[in-house]
């Protein structure tokens, strides 16, 4: 069956730009993660999503990043005013409950110019 | 303490050895434990799932849990040089859990 499908793959883009990164669980995931990896580094997390309960945002870095996910599946992930520190692999990943290992998309890797 | 710990190596063992990963975590409410391998530039894929005490056995792999001491181990038997690759350890926060915690992984090395 289909995994978890992120896109873009890449994108690179100016520093002061707004970009939206995208995720489509595995269908019938209940919940979603985003992470943020830099290079050589351990995995970051950023938000979570658990059906219709309020998503725990405790890791977003601040207040321009922000997520979404509509009718319990596809999430978008909005970083507002990119910074060059924002360059990074984020990794999608889904889960049938929070006690369940998580399946990973390919990721999108951003480079902020 | 951080709330999972691993070696972040690296590792080297020679092919056809057995290598030894070990993650030791500090909540005692923890009841589900998982092993991620992460290639370079790729992202993490499940590999083991535990939820007891004792070991579970997968091919190759066997995962090895110890409530009491509060860490969990992976070997891999006949390390081959495709083993190559960062192993994550990662278990969900507590009884009453809401995400999933990862160890910053250890980085592990096959040389032929």
């Known amino acids: 069956g289909a995994g978890v499908s992120q896109s873009p793959s890449n994108k690179v883009t100016e520093k002061g730009k707004d970009v939206e990164l995208r995720c489509d669980p595995i269908?019938?995931?209940?919940?979603l993660y985003w992470y943020r990896q830099s290079l050589g580094q351990g995995l970051e997390f950023l938000i979570y999503?658990?059906?219709?309960?309020?998503?725990?945002k405790s890791g977003l870095p601040s207040d321009r990043f922000s997520a979404e996910r509509t009718g319990g599946s596809v999430s978008t992930l909005t970083i507002q005013r990119t910074q060059q520190e924002d360059s990074a692999v984020y990794l999608c990943?889904?889960?049938?409950?929070?006690?369940?290992?998580?399946?990973f998309g390919d990721g999108t890797r951003l480079s902020i110019l | 303490q951080k709330e999972v710990e691993q070696n972040s190596g690296p590792l080297s063992v020679p092919e056809g050895a057995i290598a030894s990963l070990n993650c030791t975590y500090s909540?005692?409410?923890?009841?589900?434990f998982f092993w991620y391998r992460q290639y370079s530039g790729k992202s993490p894929e499940l590999i083991m799932s535990?939820?007891?005490?004792g070991d579970k056995e997968d091919g190759r792999f066997t995962a090895q849990l110890n409530k009491a001491s509060q860490y969990v181990s992976l070997l891999i038997r006949d390390s081959q040089p495709s083993d190559s690759a960062t192993y994550l350890c990662?278990?969900?926060?507590?009884?009453?859990?809401?995400?999933?915690?990862f160890g910053s992984g250890t980085r592990l090395s096959i040389r032929p």
């Open positions: 535990i939820y007891s005490n």
């Open positions: 999503f658990q059906g219709n309960s309020a998503p725990d």
């Open positions: 990943a889904s889960s049938t409950g929070v006690t369940q290992p998580q399946h």
């Open positions: 909540d005692r409410g923890s009841q589900s």
């Open positions: 269908s019938g995931h209940t919940a």
């Open positions: 990662a278990l969900p926060r507590g009884s009453s859990a809401s995400k999933i915690i």
